[in-house]
């Protein structure tokens, strides 16, 4: 089966390269990453990005789309988006082109205009890396000078050029680059997978956050903005603070002394912080089981990840 990977993380991050890499630590995506670990047990390890390219099994994987230009280029070139960017290996070895180099009939694409001009019908092999790390928040797309496809482009084309062997696909989809609930609320989810009646689509998340919906919020209280209850009335604690509906149990806008008061606060900013309780630099993962559903619809195989700071995916 043709074999293919949609993220809109780096290629080499936790999700996608648990489908072609084994590593003793998930941070280990370069070359330099193990070096600075300087770490015994894992000397030997080969780092997630070289995996990627080396992948012995079949052809290679025929279809990557993702951001993570960084762990595949070497130090001393300059990223072809940002010129005040290089690469981050410490081998000297360009594994973008390795890439291209090692499958026939390859192409690599690192921006919208690039990734608009792929021909489905004649390449056989793709690899699009659409930033140097992460690629934008979907609200973000637009302010991108070198532009860069929807996780709904991509995993479009990606399906077409893997269609193309009678013998089916497998592509995994990961919308993993929305930690922020501003950001999850407005990422659009549509796919276009096909016509027949023959594909398993498997929709989960690979966890929880510790994210809250908490109070009573009457109907049709904005979601990112301050709760109000039934009559109209501000919700509030007992220190007669406002909140919002929607919080973390943990992450950047943890307190950090007392509480504010949300009352003059724009929460529905795209800078905005949702209140948590303990303050860390990252907001963490939730322990409790997420939900799957399966869909037999089309040909091929196609297994959707999407990670929700609910825990719930949205289909």
């Known amino acids: 089966m043709s074999t293919g990977i949609v993220t809109t993380t780096r290629a080499t991050h936790a999700t996608p390269a648990s489908s072609y890499a084994h590593a003793a630590d998930r941070n280990w995506e370069s070359d330099a990453d193990i ?18 390219i080396e992948y012995p099994h079949g052809n290679g994987i025929e279809v990557v789309f993702a951001g993570g230009r960084r762990e595949l280029m070497h130090k001393n070139q300059t990223d072809p988006e940002y010129p005040d960017k290089t690469g981050e290996r410490l081998d000297g070895r360009d594994l973008i082109q390795e890439w291209v180099d090692k499958h026939p009939n390859s ?38 000078k070198a532009g860069e496809p929807s996780i709904a482009e991509m995993t ?4 077409k050029i893997l269609q193309k062997n009678p013998k089916g696909y497998f592509l995994l989809v990961e919308d993993s680059w929305e930690l922020d609930w501003y950001f999850q609320v407005y990422n659009p989810t549509d796919f276009l997978l096909g016509s027949s ?33 039934l009559g109209d009335e501000l919700a509030v604690d007992l220190q007669n603070k406002t909140y919002t509906t929607l919080g973390y149990g943990d992450g950047p806008g943890g307190l950090n002394g007392s509480r504010p008061d949300l009352r003059n606060v724009k929460t529905d900013a795209k800078d905005y912080l949702q209140q948590a309780t303990v303050h860390l630099k990252w907001e ?23 990670w929700c700071d609910t825990g719930v995916t949205l289909v």
């Not at 192409?107 to 934008?136: A, C, P, R």
């Not at 479009?156 to 399906?159: C, L, N, Q």
């Not at 963490?284 to 999407?306: A, N, Q």
Request: proline share 3%; hydrophobic share 35%.
């Open 284 to 306: 963490s993962h939730g322990s409790e089981d997420v939900g799957k559903k399966w869909i037999v619809c089309y040909p091929g195989v196609t297994l959707v990840r999407h």
């Open 107 to 144: 192409q690599y694409v690192w921006n919208q205009t690039g990734f608009d001009q792929i021909d489905v019908k004649k390449v056989d092999h793709v690899i699009g890396l659409f930033e140097s790390s992460n690629m934008k928040y979907e609200i973000e797309r637009a302010d991108d």
């Open 156 to 159: 479009e084309k990606a399906i």
């Open 35 to 52: 070096k600075a670990k300087a770490l015994d047990d894992g000397s030997k390890c080969k780092d997630i990005a070289l995996q990627l």
């Open 197 to 229: 009646d023959e594909t398993l689509v498997t929709v989960t998340a690979d966890h929880s956050h510790v994210f809250t919906i908490g109070g009573y919020p009457k109907r049709g209280n904005p979601v990112l903005g301050i709760q109000e209850n």
